[in-house]
């Protein structure tokens, strides 16, 4: 496989989320055949969707890797499953959420995987992180920002506030 750069979100929102997406970043660069490039910094968000449950934390990766868009999906499950295993008392779906957000400028449209991520347009808690580590990158040719303003509008429950650099 040649290099290829993806883009991967972080969530959390139990178990001390703040420490569960700086360890997943922590273990996103320890994957085979891949490069941490770029992390941005963790953002504090209200949920999106069901309101009943804690605030998020989020965050944007950059990775370089030569492991194929499904080969990476694994690695990312499995990652997710480490996370949930260590929290018996406190099982809960969003401990850690790994979402393959851009691979390259593949479009992917499997059973199991959709590229670039079918939400990811629509929510500024990957916007926002995305633009910090991506500023120059299009989704369906159309800048991060100019989807971000359109959730400011549509949207402006959406707010996020940026924590600490990861
Ligand atoms: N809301 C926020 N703010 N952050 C998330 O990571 C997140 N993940 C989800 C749902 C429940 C859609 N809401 C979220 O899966």
């Known amino acids: 496989m040649s290099l290829k750069l993806t883009y991967i979100g972080l ?7 703040i420490e569960q997406v700086r ?4 273990e996103l660069a320890t994957l085979p055949l891949s490069r941490l490039v770029a992390a941005s910094s963790l953002y504090a ?11 998020f934390i989020n965050a944007v990766a950059a990775l370089e890797t030569r492991l194929s868009p499904l080969a990476l999906l694994d690695q990312l499950q499995a990652l997710e499953q480490q996370h949930r295993r260590r929290r018996q008392h406190h099982w809960g779906p969003r401990t850690l959420d790994l979402d393959l957000l ?11 995987l959709r590229v670039p991520h079918p ?13 910090e ?7 369906y040719q159309t800048p991060l920002t100019c989807w971000l ?3 400011e509008q549509q949207d402006p429950g959406q707010s996020l506030e940026r924590l600490a650099k990861a």
């Open 11 to 17: 969530g959390s929102n139990l178990a001390y989320p």
């Open 23 to 26: 360890q997943a970043l922590d």
């Open 45 to 55: 968000s209200r949920p999106v969707g069901p309101q009943d449950q804690p605030d």
């Open 102 to 112: 851009l691979y390259a400028n593949d479009h992917i449209d499997t059973p199991r």
């Open 119 to 131: 939400h990811m347009t629509t929510r500024a808690f990957v916007l926002a992180p995305l633009a």
């Open 133 to 139: 580590i991506a500023p120059s990158i299009q989704l």
């Open 149 to 151: 303003e359109r959730i």
